[in-house]
């Protein structure tokens, strides 16, 4: 079992040359080593290793290609100053995969082991993490079902693995509004489904939403409900917030809206502000009545890869609604500079979110 489980060290022999910083984009590139471990029904989780990053062989049956088994997470690791490496909020990210591991019928894991692992992986790559501004190491563990049988049932294997990527800054031209498409035609999820859990169907549910509205000339996709299709729930991946007089609302999670780590983080953020926040169901109608008598004042999404994406712009039913001239909010911007202040260790941290490695 975990207590007693050691992580075997494969390096490579062939490092691979690090791509230029200021071309690295997202998800393109990938680190030279990756972590492994598998489970079966006698030996629970065993055989944890890093090893050399490389393609492994599946079975053509294998369950997560035919029913979905699959939850994964996405985290940075950060570059300090002083050249440390710090990861913000990684027992969180592993709490919450475990929470969906429940919900689709997968094992549970150590969280204190797998971020012993994780931090091994980013010492032994640590001239992975990008010394440009904005730069980070994106962190991606995933669980799959591996059972090479074609019935409907749970499997009796999975691996679990964490890949790393290096990515630039999400704003290289700029802290800049995005244009929101709100979509009609389509949902993300209902209650009582999956929609709290980060599994990999939800977002292939997204992909043709997504290239609509990026085809209309918008960045993302704010989803409604499933059921009365007027309540408002997520932005593209991210969670949504909105300034209504200065009050910050965001959707509740009730179920069908993932508990987003940097949504936790801003709400905890604002309240230490003094900043009033609401979790609590809200209408496109409200949003939009808000937007054409200007107690709107400013909107943002939060997520990992952009942490704070502040919203110009709102489409919906054939309107066009502009969000504080279509311009950064001020508090959207303090969310932002504190946040990443926090994350590459150039703020105090009084909530105790970022781990050292090594």
């Not at 791509?19 to 080593?33: C, S």
């Not at 489970?39 to 490389?54: E, S, V």
């Not at 919900?103 to 692992?117: E, G, H, I, N, T």
């Not at 294997?157 to 704003?171: E, K």
Request: a negative charge; charged letters at 20%.
């Amino acid at each position: 079992m975990w207590k007693d489980l050691d992580i075997s060290v494969e390096k490579t022999s062939h490092p691979k040359p690090r791509p230029a910083e200021d071309k690295l984009g997202f998800g393109k590139h990938f680190t030279d080593h990756m972590f492994l471990m598998e489970w079966n029904r006698d030996q629970g989780w065993h055989n944890a290793r890093i090893a050399p990053n490389q393609p492994f062989l599946m079975d053509p049956a294998s369950t997560v290609l035919h029913y979905g088994q699959a939850i994964f997470e996405g985290l940075k690791a950060y570059r300090a100053d002083d050249g440390q490496i710090l990861l913000f909020r990684a027992q969180d990210n592993f709490n919450r995969m475990n929470d969906g591991a429940v919900r689709m019928s997968m094992p549970r894991f150590s969280v204190d082991q797998a971020l012993k692992a994780l931090k091994a992986l980013v010492y032994l790559d640590r001239d992975w993490v990008p010394k440009a501004d904005g730069a980070s190491l994106y962190l991606r563990p995933i669980m799959i079902g591996m059972d090479p049988y074609l019935g409907l049932k749970s499997a009796e294997t999975y691996l679990f693995y964490i890949i790393m990527s290096p990515v630039g800054a999400y704003y290289a031209e700029g802290f800049s509004p995005t244009k929101i498409f709100v979509c009609q035609d389509y949902v993300r999820a209902v209650k009582g489904g999956v929609g709290h859990v980060k599994t990999s169907g939800n977002y292939a549910a997204a992909l043709l939403a997504s290239k609509k509205a990026v085809e209309a000339g918008y960045t993302q996709v704010l989803w409604l409900d499933a059921c009365e299709r007027k309540y408002v729930e997520e932005v593209g991946t991210s969670n949504i917030f909105f300034n209504i007089n200065d009050t910050l609302i965001t959707p509740p999670l009730a179920g069908s809206i993932l508990g987003g780590i940097t949504r936790n983080s801003v709400i905890q953020l604002l309240k230490s502000w003094d900043i009033t926040v609401e979790e609590r169901p809200i209408t496109i109608d409200e949003v939009i009545a808000a937007s054409q008598d200007g107690s709107l004042k400013e909107s943002f999404a939060t997520g990992t890869a952009a942490v704070i994406s502040p919203v110009g712009e709102l489409f919906y039913d054939q309107e066009t609604y502009q969000i504080n001239r279509g311009e950064t909010g001020a508090l959207s911007l303090r969310l932002y500079e504190e946040l990443q202040a926090i994350q590459f260790g150039r703020a105090e941290d009084p909530f105790g979110w970022t781990v050292r490695v090594g």
